[in-house]
């Protein structure tokens, strides 16, 4: 079971990593679309990604820009369904 701590650093990594930025380069907490100018196919990729990482599996109902908006939201959104896979 991961705690929230090791899972944003890992969705740091996968982020960057999925973007292809700089492994130095400091993430923004918030507005990550605006601050690393994600589209729309940035966005699938990124939550793919972030699927086979954690080995979680993202609704679609669960597929907004809300859920991209912040490294917080997402660090709980991939808890939260770490919880419930391991429950």
Do not use: C, H, W
Not at 49 to 66: G, M, Y
């Amino acid at each position: 079971m991961l705690d929230k701590n090791t899972i944003k650093e890992n969705l740091k990594k996968a982020i960057k990593e999925t973007l292809k930025l700089d492994p130095q380069k400091e993430l923004p907490d918030e507005n990550l679309f605006a601050s690393l100018g994600i589209d729309s196919l940035m966005a699938l990729e990124l939550l793919i990604s972030i699927e086979q990482a954690f080995d979680i599996q993202i609704e679609d109902e669960d597929l907004s820009v809300d859920l991209l908006s912040s490294i917080g939201r997402l660090t709980d959104y991939v808890y939260e369904k770490s919880m419930n896979k391991s429950a």
